[in-house]
């Protein structure tokens, strides 16, 4: 990915994308503490427009906060870089991928006088499940490695050393032929996938697990929001693995993943085996939403050229 042509932010300038690099003894290289967004812009009917920007750089300040990070730059030149990087790369709808990492001015555990680095790059990105999991759903398998434990790690924070966790799983599943992970959490409750939150249909309700062990999903936030809105029932509970068995429909969320229907958990056909009813009716609802089509949500838009 590195030798293209466009702009990174760096550091509060837009350098050539070639030119972001850094060095071998980085600290965050070597003891995994960076702390990173996944964002999305659309083509909407405002023009070319960043989803929840606001929430997005918010957990990123939250995540940097947690690790002690402190960073150079408030939200409002975060939010302005992020929308600039869009701009200046000429780019209609894309992944963004904002991150702050420590430097390489000293190794051992300590970040103490390691400098604090801020970087912002955007690409175009299609549906990070596959279309075809979009429109027919994906099959996912019970993973053998344990989600964070809320003390161990800290899970509020979208942080990079965190997804060590997430690739066990992903690679797992991948090589046992499924499509994506479902990790429990450390007392065997239905946590998250390996970067997408989940949620299951059981007679009409919307059920998604608790904040414990999960991340605070700004898509899962936004479909809680919208099946509100839409008068379907939605609750944040305990789930076990076979309460997904037996769902009507399930699917995942995430800035990446969007709005993905799960077909299948570990062999057993959930529902009909298809993209269900409700599921539909929330991923229609949430690609209206990001497309700026439905006018009540207009204010999760920040048009990149405003
Ligand atoms: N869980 C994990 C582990 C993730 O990496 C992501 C992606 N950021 C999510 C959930 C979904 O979060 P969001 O909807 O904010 O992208």
Redesign the pocket.
Known sequence: MSDRDGKIWFDGQLIDWRDAKIHVLSHSLHYGLSVF??VRAYDTELGTAIFRLP??TR?LLNSAKIFQMKVPFDAATLEEAQKAVVRENGLKSCYLRPLIWLGDDKLGVSPRGVKVHVMIAAWPWGAYLGEDGINKGIRVKTSSYTRHHVNVSMVRA?AGG??IN?ILANNEALADGYDEAMLLDTEGYVS??????LFIVKQGKLYTPDLAS?????????ILTIARNLGIEAREKRITRDEVYCADEAFF?????EVTPIRELDNRVIGEGTRGPITTKLQTAFFDVVKGKDPAYRHWLQPVNA
Request: proline share 0%; hydrophobic share 15%; aromatic share 4%.
């Open positions: 967004e996944g929430e997005h957990r979208k965190h997804y997430s998250e996938g390996s970067g997408e939150n999960c991340l605070d999903g700004i898509t899962r936030d936004s969320t995430g800035t990446a993943a």
